[in-house]
């Protein structure tokens, strides 16, 4: 992927949302806002990953390529927290990472499964289906299974199986969209929603550049930014979804497999437990029925479903008082 399609795609999804959109400005509560004292009784997040193997596994834009024992000690960090905080999880896996890393890469979906984990399809190369047409498209979901097959399939029963498009680009255009869900639909998939995101590429690229520098006074100092923006971006989403839906519907966590989110799952896990979340599996968040319904505003960009939501429903939302990742970190990881 391109620095310009991930800035665009992952990193400015709320202004892009607004100008997209085209929305009139309408203040959002923000953290410590007053509806913070209104938190529901109950509330629930699914976590996912995306990227499995590795974000920067095989990814010839990839800051600091990850050495095979950087990947599977990053996968196993995480499974350690999730496990820790007794979490479950879903891993999106792209299939060309997992084939060009050799072995290692099957090792790792065994070790998701052997921990009761649920893998997805994020199909096989991570292209972007905005540049494909419809068979392309096909031929993504179809390869993006080989690996995952033997593990999604083995139960006839085993319903539903999630996919998650790169970028979270789900068709373009009306027609599109409604096509690429039926393909989705046609090959026995569910399409895995996001409602909470967090540009953690973007911190893992500064990250990786601090470590590689050898620099840990810059290493600690992006910790602690990624988990402040983390701890803002948790309570802007829920407040976004209450303000669209007048409800907060199960939350989806997006993530990706990075050395970043290796150090400091275990914090982000703290952060929802502090905020009075409970954990949830994907397919049972995605059974609120605010996920049921299909989408019909289309959009070439990839926004959390908050503000496919406001779209849907016609209801304004500023985008623009999403909270983008400190300018240092976009600098820092060049
Ligand atoms: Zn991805």
Known sequence: MTETEKTITQGR??????ILFGFALVSLCGPGGSEAAEQPAARTVAITFDDLPHANAADPEAPVPPTLDAVRQANRDILGALKAHNTPATGFVVEKRVEEIGPLGQEILKEWVDANLDLGNHTFSHADSNALDLAAIEKEIVDGERSIGPF???????????LRFPYNHL??????????????????????????????????????????????????RIVAAYLDHTREQIVYYANLNRQVLGYEPPAIMLLHVNRLNAVTL??????????????????????DPAYQKPLTAATKFGPMWGYRWARDNTIKIDGSTEKEPPEWIVKQGG
Do not use: C, V
């Open 13 to 18: 999804l709320g202004a892009a949302a607004a």
């Open 152 to 162: 999604l399939f083995r139960s006839a029963a085993r319903k539903p199986r999630f």
């Open 171 to 220: 068709g373009n255009t009306p027609e599109k969209q409604e096509a690429i869900a039926a393909l989705a639909a046609k090959h026995g998939y569910t399409l895995a929603a996001s409602t909470i995101d967090t540009s953690d590429y973007l911190f893992d690229r500064a990250y990786e550049k601090a470590l590689a520098a050898k620099d840990k006074a810059t290493t600690e």
């Open 266 to 287: 275990d914090r982000i896990l703290t952060l929802f437990e502090e905020a009075g979340y409970g954990f949830t599996t994907l397919e049972a968040a995605q059974a």
